[in-house]
């Protein structure tokens, strides 16, 4: 996954959980305001009406009694034993009191049936409570009945009768009070959850902040500090052979594999430098002559093949191992690689010469192993040189392989699937002791690739004296694979990484080289 599409995904896992977070939240604020602004706006005005609504029914009959005793002393309003002007106004006032305390109720909390049925019983005792008390004392005082109208006023009838209506104003009031009680705690408990809730929130935007500063450091950061430390090392001299490993998202990763063929490129130059160097101290033009022969023109291209391959010598620019990769008149190519034992220009008047022999012998049409019996001829004369060669023909079109192989550390036919094939020994070391040689066949196919080298690169060993081997060499080479899809990538990665383990990568001649069907 890219580093965009990580950051992408991050992204959208964030607001989704901000979306989830904010609905949470507005939810909990959305039902705490509405509690508050039912106690407000509902509860706590019926709770006050309810209250005025007692005192309302207490004044009411009050102000009988009072309009009774006026009468009896035929006083008026500005006695001291009526702080209202007319008593009977101030009944009735009282009276229109209770029903708009009645009706603020009603108004407060609609559609809940509990409070209007109290509500109707309270209106139904009030008016009985009129009508056999206040309005016939009131009627009685009128037509000058004034102890009947006390006597009425005192009977149990009317006692009983304003008792209903205290006791239904009274249970009105705290079936109210109960409503607001319970909202109280309600927002109490609401506000709790609020609290929870926003605390719960912050918590997850730190736990997310926090995630994406841990993802930022391991998928940016700790990549990009691993490079540069690389890089750090790459810059110096005992660590420029050492490869470059990419890691991190691709697109930091890319950037990785660009330092590494950068490094590759910059040691390649240092190398070519030192060889020159040391050429020239081994007396320059013989020296670069026999290069020039031993550096095959230009490999050639043949179609349904790709090749590739380096060539590291041990001393200057001249080495004993040499491998090449020619077009034959009859179509096929040939893979050949060869190491003359030592270095230098003996070594390399001795790799001109096999060459020249084998590749004369395989234009001219030989087989493999006559091609090889040709080429110990060539070294009757050099008592005590003698040579390692493997020789393979490719069939393009039908990836057949017919090779032999004197001596040389054998070939690897390393399958698509995994499969690894070893081209062995086909007969003896190439010297003037002569021998013979057989050849055989193999088939190459695609998605296949052969590998040969020469013992300079699986003799390397690392800081602890353990040389590479076939085994190490397969890993490397699997590695590789795993890496690039080309035999020039896959050339170019095995040898970064086995001269990064090296400590003695100058001891020997080092050739590797691959070829694969298109």
């Not at 959305?30 to 005025?52: C, F, G, K, N």
């Not at 009131?138 to 009983?160: I, K, P, T």
Request: charged share 20%; aromatic share 4%; hydrophobic share 45%.
């Amino acid at each position: 996954m890219t580093l965009r599409q990580r950051v992408t995904a991050i992204t959208t896992v964030g607001l989704i959980v901000l979306v989830i977070l904010g609905g949470w939240l507005t939810y909990r604020f959305v039902r705490t305001a509405d509690a508050s602004a039912a106690i407000v706006t509902s509860l706590q005005p019926a709770a006050d009406a309810s209250r005025t609504l007692s005192t309302a029914y207490s004044d009411a009959e009050g102000f009988v009694s009072v309009a009774i005793i006026d009468t009896a002393l035929s006083i008026t309003s500005t006695t001291a034993s009526s702080p209202c002007s007319d008593a009977r106004a101030c009944y009735q006032a009282s009276m229109a009191t209770a029903g708009e305390s009645r009706a603020a109720i009603l108004a407060a909390l609609p559609g809940d049936e509990e409070v209007a049925a109290a509500v109707r019983v309270s209106e139904a005792t009030a008016e009985y409570w009129q009508g056999v008390d206040a309005n016939s004392v009131f009627l009685l005082l009128d037509l000058g009945r004034n102890e009947l109208a006390a006597r009425v006023s005192r009977s149990a009838h009317s006692r009983d009768s304003y008792e209903a209506m205290t006791a239904s104003a009274i249970a009105l009031q705290r079936l109210v009070d109960d409503r607001r009680s319970q909202q109280i705690d309600d927002y109490a408990s609401l506000s709790r959850k609020l609290a929870w809730a926003i605390a719960i929130a912050g918590l997850v935007l730190l736990g997310l902040m926090l995630v994406a500063l841990g993802l930022l450091h391991r998928w940016v950061l700790t990549p990009l500090d691993e490079l540069r430390a690389q890089l750090r090392s790459a810059s110096t001299t005992e660590g420029r052979y050492a490869p470059i490993t990419p890691s991190g998202p691709p697109e930091l990763s890319a950037t990785g594999v660009d330092a590494e063929s950068m490094r590759r490129q910059l040691v390649a130059q240092i190398d070519e430098a030192t060889s020159a160097r040391e050429g020239l101290r081994q007396q320059g033009p013989v020296v670069a002559a026999i290069r020039a022969e031993l550096e095959a023109s230009e490999h050639q291209h043949v179609a349904g093949l790709v090749v590739a391959g380096s060539l590291q010598p041990a001393e200057g620019v001249l080495a004993g191992d040499w491998w090449d990769f020619m077009s034959l008149p009859d179509g096929r190519a040939a893979l050949l690689v060869t190491d003359v034992a030592g270095h230098g220009p003996e070594a390399g008047i001795g790799a001109v010469r096999v060459k020249n022999v084998i590749g004369g012998a395989l234009v001219s049409g030989s087989h493999p192993d006559v091609a090889l019996e040709q080429a110990a001829i060539a070294f009757r004369d050099e008592e005590g040189r003698f040579a390692t060669c493997a020789v393979i023909l490719i069939e393009p079109a039908t990836g057949a392989l017919t090779w032999a192989n004197a001596g040389h550390p054998p070939p690897l036919l390393r399958r698509a699937h995994g499969e690894a094939l070893r081209l062995a020994a086909t007969g003896p070391l190439v010297s003037g002791l002569g021998g013979q040689w057989t050849r055989r066949t193999e088939s190459l196919h695609i998605g296949d690739v052969l590998f040969v080298w020469s013992d300079g690169l699986v003799e390397s060993h690392d800081a602890e004296g353990v040389e590479l081997g076939d085994a190490g060499l397969n890993r490397l080479i699997d590695a590789a694979m795993q890496e690039g899809s080309t035999p020039s990538e896959i050339v170019a990665h095995v040898l970064a990484a086995a001269r990064g383990r090296a400590v003695d990568w100058r001891r020997d001649d080092v050739t590797l080289a691959a070829v694969a069907r298109d």
